[in-house]
């Protein structure tokens, strides 16, 4: 290889004999196919990196299907709270004792029946002094009795024997005798509605469906706090409305027992 050079002020000639030449394609060529990879157009690290589909991934769909029942109460249960203050645990005790028999009394009296009738056990506490005082001023002993009514029309005279003998305090619960076998149609509904959601989910994209994967089931009542406190009041809404459209077999029960049951389906896809 022979190089010469000019020596003018602002140019240079470069020449490179044909073993040069040779010798610098060979290594423009390399630096070109590291830098794109063979017949790819991408780098060597993009082409690793880029996932390859699986052969055999499998395709699915999920639905829910939703039941919500509103149920005629047939049970109420009324809880009368008892509770004395002494300033010796078992002075409050005896008293208590005293009490809890005048109301058990009192209750069968007004009608209640004694295999209705639910006492719980004795609770004994202290009640500490307000601050700066430190120590116990008293013991309290309480204990709740829960009477249980077939006709709430006798809720009234429940509630004046408790006062007669002075409770401290009382709260309401209406239930459902039937909730297992209510619980069971809520299932069969809440299924049955999955199901179609899935049938016409596939029937409309044109796809069919296979076999069910999972199935995942939940179940809840108006008595689980504030979150079913409002589906109430939401159904209250629907009820009201559909009486004032004039549509018939509604029903507006404020008191109704209402159950709600949710069933999730994971279906595959063929």
Same mark, same amino acid.
């Not at 590291?34 to 055999?56: C, D, I, Q, S, V």
């Not at 109420?76 to 005048?102: C, G, I, N, Y």
């Not at 009041?233 to 018939?248: I, K, L, P, Q």
């Given at each position: 290889?022979?190089?010469s050079?000019?020596?003018?002020?602002?140019a240079?000639?470069?020449?490179?004999?044909?073993?040069?030449?040779?010798?610098?394609?060979?290594?423009?060529?390399?630096?070109?196919?590291?830098l794109?990879?063979p017949?790819?157009?991408?780098?060597?690290?993009?082409?690793?990196?880029?996932?390859?589909?699986?052969?055999?991934?499998?395709r699915?769909?999920?639905t829910?299907g939703?039941?919500r029942?509103?149920?005629?109460?047939?049970?109420?249960?009324?809880?009368?709270?008892?509770?004395?203050?002494?300033?010796?645990?078992?002075?409050?005790a005896?008293?208590?004792?005293?009490?809890?028999?005048a109301?058990r009394?009192?209750?069968?009296?007004?009608?209640?029946?004694?295999?209705?009738?639910?006492?719980?056990?004795?609770?004994?506490?202290?009640?500490?002094?307000?601050?700066?005082?430190?120590?116990?001023?008293?013991?309290?002993?309480?204990?709740?009795?829960?009477?249980?009514?077939?006709d709430?029309d006798?809720?009234?005279?429940?509630?004046?024997?408790?006062?007669?003998?002075?409770?401290?305090?009382?709260?309401t619960?209406? @239930? %459902?005798? $039937?909730?297992? /076998?209510?619980?069971?149609?809520? &299932?069969?509904? #809440? +299924? =049955?509605?999955?199901?179609?959601?899935a049938?016409?989910?596939?029937?409309?994209?044109g796809?069919?469906l296979g076999?069910?994967?999972?199935?995942?089931?939940?179940?809840?009542?108006?008595?689980?706090?504030?979150?079913w406190?409002?589906l109430?009041?939401d159904?209250?809404?629907?009820?009201? @409305? %559909?009486? $004032?459209?004039? /549509?018939?077999?509604?029903?507006? &029960?404020?008191? #109704? +027992? =209402?159950?709600?049951y949710?069933?999730s389906?994971?279906?595959a896809l063929?």
């Amino acid at each position: 290889m022979h190089v010469s050079t000019s020596h003018g002020p602002s140019a240079r000639l470069l020449w490179i004999g044909p073993l040069g030449a040779a010798l610098a394609l060979s290594l423009l060529g390399g630096l070109v196919l590291r830098l794109t990879g063979p017949a790819t157009g991408l780098p060597a690290e993009a082409r690793a990196a880029t996932p390859k589909p699986a052969p055999n991934a499998r395709r699915f769909l999920q639905t829910q299907g939703q039941a919500r029942l509103e149920i005629a109460p047939d049970r109420l249960d009324v809880s009368l709270v008892l509770e004395v203050r002494r300033t010796r645990p078992m002075d409050a005790a005896k008293t208590l004792r005293k009490r809890r028999a005048a109301l058990r009394w009192a209750l069968l009296r007004a009608g209640v029946n004694k295999t209705r009738l639910l006492l719980t056990g004795m609770n004994i506490y202290p009640i500490y002094k307000r601050y700066p005082d430190r120590g116990i001023a008293q013991y309290a002993a309480s204990v709740t009795v829960v009477a249980t009514l077939w006709d709430f029309d006798k809720l009234a005279d429940v509630a004046e024997a408790a006062a007669t003998v002075g409770i401290l305090r009382m709260h309401t619960r209406f @239930r %459902s005798s $039937r909730l297992s /076998a209510l619980k069971r149609r809520a &299932r069969a509904l #809440a +299924v =049955k509605a999955a199901r179609a959601n899935a049938r016409q989910i596939a029937g409309t994209l044109g796809i069919a469906l296979g076999p069910v994967l999972t199935v995942n089931e939940s179940a809840d009542g108006s008595w689980q706090g504030w979150r079913w406190q409002q589906l109430g009041v939401d159904n209250v809404a629907n009820a009201v @409305r %559909s009486v $004032r459209s004039g /549509a018939t077999g509604s029903t507006l &029960r404020p008191d #109704a +027992v =209402k159950l709600h049951y949710r069933v999730s389906t994971t279906w595959a896809l063929r």
